[in-house]
């Protein structure tokens, strides 16, 4: 069994890939779609553009589960990117997108707002996975 350590680099390079697929996916794939769902147009975006406080919680929101999960894998052993994408999979299904559904339904929020917003997540958490599964770092 190999002494894992968590590889700062990949941690750093996960959390800019998750930002870009946050902003491609709340942009040009889903922007549209998830805007609607949540009640808001254009216009309204762009006459009340977000302050830094928002971006600032962003990044602190992709790097502390990112460095979690960085954690996780050298307490699990993984050691290649397959299995990072499983155990990315199996977070991002069972822990965020099934909570995340369950709430909109509670909520009455339309059906399509978690697929876009689970789907954000799954796909997350393998992306992360398979960067931190593949990029391992041993001591």
């Given at each position: 069994?190999?002494?894992?350590?968590?590889?700062h680099?990949?941690?750093?390079?996960?959390?800019?890939?998750?930002?870009?697929?946050?902003?491609?996916?709340?942009?040009?794939?889903?922007?549209?779609?998830?805007?609607?769902?949540?009640?808001?147009?254009?216009?309204?975006?762009?006459?009340?553009?977000?302050?830094?406080?928002?971006?600032?919680?962003?990044?602190?929101?992709?790097?502390?589960?990112?460095?979690?999960?960085?954690?996780?894998?050298?307490?699990?052993?993984?050691?290649?990117?397959?299995?990072?994408?499983?155990?990315?999979?199996?977070?991002?299904?069972?822990?965020v997108?099934?909570s995340?559904?369950?709430?909109?339904?509670?909520?009455?929020?339309?059906?399509?707002?978690?697929?876009?917003?689970?789907?954000?997540?799954?796909?997350?958490?393998?992306?992360?996975?398979?960067?931190?599964?593949?990029?391992?770092?041993?001591?």
């Amino acid at each position: 069994m190999q002494d894992l350590k968590i590889n700062h680099a990949a941690v750093w390079v996960a959390v800019v890939l998750l930002t870009v697929l946050g902003f491609l996916w709340y942009g040009p794939l889903f922007g549209d779609a998830w805007m609607a769902h949540v009640g808001l147009d254009r216009a309204t975006v762009e006459a009340n553009p977000p302050g830094a406080g928002i971006w600032i919680t962003n990044i602190i929101a992709t790097i502390i589960p990112v460095y979690t999960l960085a954690w996780l894998f050298t307490r699990l052993n993984v050691t290649n990117a397959i299995n990072g994408a499983l155990i990315g999979l199996l977070i991002g299904f069972s822990f965020v997108f099934l909570s995340d559904m369950t709430g909109d339904m509670f909520a009455n929020r339309p059906y399509g707002l978690s697929w876009i917003t689970g789907g954000y997540s799954m796909l997350a958490l393998i992306v992360t996975g398979v960067l931190l599964g593949g990029w391992r770092k041993s001591g």
